[in-house]
């Protein structure tokens, strides 16, 4: 936890935030228990604030921050490292894993503190979240992760406004996806890794704002929304869980730089709109059942450093010019049913390219499958090419060729 706290200091240090008549982490960051309380923020006990000129509760306005954290030690059951020995007292900027910052108004008056970042990671704790920590209405950074907390997510955290970093990974959450994430206006990371949640996935997940979007390691399960490509996000994992149907298919360019669909139920083909993924760099696959031959509009994908495709059941001849991609640090296609592939994947090693193509159909290559195995290969009938090539491969062109047949409606 505390190797995280110079990156909160930096960043309060750094980012502005404006809330109604307040501009929070104007410059002025605290660190943890550095005591600079002392009257500046009232936070529920002693003389009552002055009125709330917007008719707010006085419960959120002023002593929210001592009110939220105090409901939520009530709610902790285990705290093996001490951590809420510390939160004692009014001084709510003086407990352990609360971070606060300097407020002003919009003309620059200062306002006292707010409770800004709260970093609790491997902190171990043990308990639930409660409905109270909606208080926090100045919180940027709430990173949980590894502990042990438990439940579902308050609905009433959706009043997290100011909220950019929401970090849940690693503990026992359970239910469906959280849908007070979807009303939270300015986040930009989500990391929801290592829990139990369930269920479907919210296409509105894909239309907010966010840059990282951590979902592997659950339960959930159902369709990946076909609106995946309205994304902004680079990162997106969804390794792990037990999604099933097709990799949405879309001629759409989409910014993604890592997106991870390995170890679910995914079944259909590979689909050529990838090849509009430009920007990718690390596309996983693995383990799921896809199957048929691979699209030629891989081929586009200039940028790609890690292409995994193992463990599936696809077929026929790698595309031609997949292994001449400059950037390739790691090609994985094994355990497959590929029959073969060209001189520039044979090369790929003297490039010190990474190039598994074990447990294949290949011949005259060792450690193939057995030819039993070879003789049906599954989905070898299947046709996935949507825009069949008549031509050498150009990406500039395939790329237009596929929103050319995109943007044609169906006879």
């Known amino acids: 936890m505390e190797s995280c706290s110079l990156f909160i200091v930096l960043f309060l240090h750094l980012t502005t935030h404006v809330r109604s008549a307040l501009v929070v982490g104007a410059g002025v960051a605290v660190g943890v228990g550095l005591g600079t309380g002392g009257g500046n923020l009232w936070l529920g006990e002693g003389n009552s604030p002055p009125g709330d000129p917007f008719g707010r509760p006085a419960s959120v306005f002023g002593g929210g921050a001592y009110a939220a954290l105090q409901a939520w030690k009530s709610a902790i059951t285990d705290d093996p490292l001490g951590i809420l020995s510390t939160w004692v007292g009014s001084d709510v900027c003086s407990y352990k894993g609360v971070f606060c910052a300097d407020s002003q108004d919009l003309l620059g008056n200062p306002t006292g503190k707010v409770v800004a970042a709260i970093d609790l990671n491997h902190g171990y704790l043990q308990g639930s979240l409660v409905r109270e920590l909606s208080y926090l209405t100045d919180l940027s950074i709430l990173h949980l992760n590894s502990n042990r907390f438990s439940g579902a997510i308050p609905f009433s955290l959706r009043e ?62 159902g369709e990946i929304p076909e609106n995946l ?94 292994c001449s991609l400059r950037n390739l640090i790691n090609l994985t296609v094994s355990a497959n049913f590929f029959s073969g592939f060209n001189q520039d994947c044979e090369r790929l090693t003297f490039r010190d390219v990474g190039f598994d193509f074990s447990l294949n159909c290949i011949p005259g290559k060792v450690m193939q499958r057995p030819q039993p195995q070879c003789s049906g290969s599954p989905g070898a009938g299947l046709s996935c090419l949507r825009n069949p090539l008549t031509k050498p491969l150009v990406c500039g062109s395939i790329v237009g060729g596929l929103e050319a047949t995109a943007a044609t409606p169906s006879p």
């Open 160 to 221: 997290l406004t100011s909220l950019t970093e929401l970090d849940l990974s690693n503990n026992r959450f359970v239910g469906s996806f959280p849908t007070a994430i979807l009303y939270i206006p300015n986040l930009l990371y989500l990391d929801l890794r290592f829990n139990y949640f369930s269920g479907s996935l919210p296409m509105e997940l894909f239309n907010k704002k966010l840059d990282a979007i951590f979902l592997n390691n659950n339960l959930f399960e």
């Open 229 to 322: 490509a309205n994304s902004p996000a680079s990162v997106i994992n969804f390794a792990n869980n037990k999604l099933s149907g097709n990799i949405p298919f879309t001629f759409s360019y989409v910014g993604v730089k890592e997106i991870l669909f390995l170890n679910n139920k995914l079944t259909g083909c590979v689909p050529e709109g990838l090849g509009l993924w430009t920007d990718l760099q690390v596309l996983d696959v693995s383990s799921n059942s896809l199957s048929g031959h691979l699209p030629d509009s891989l081929s586009c994908l200039s940028g790609i450093e890690v292409l995994n495709l193992a463990n599936n059941k696809l077929s026929g001849e790698l595309p031609d010019l997949l």
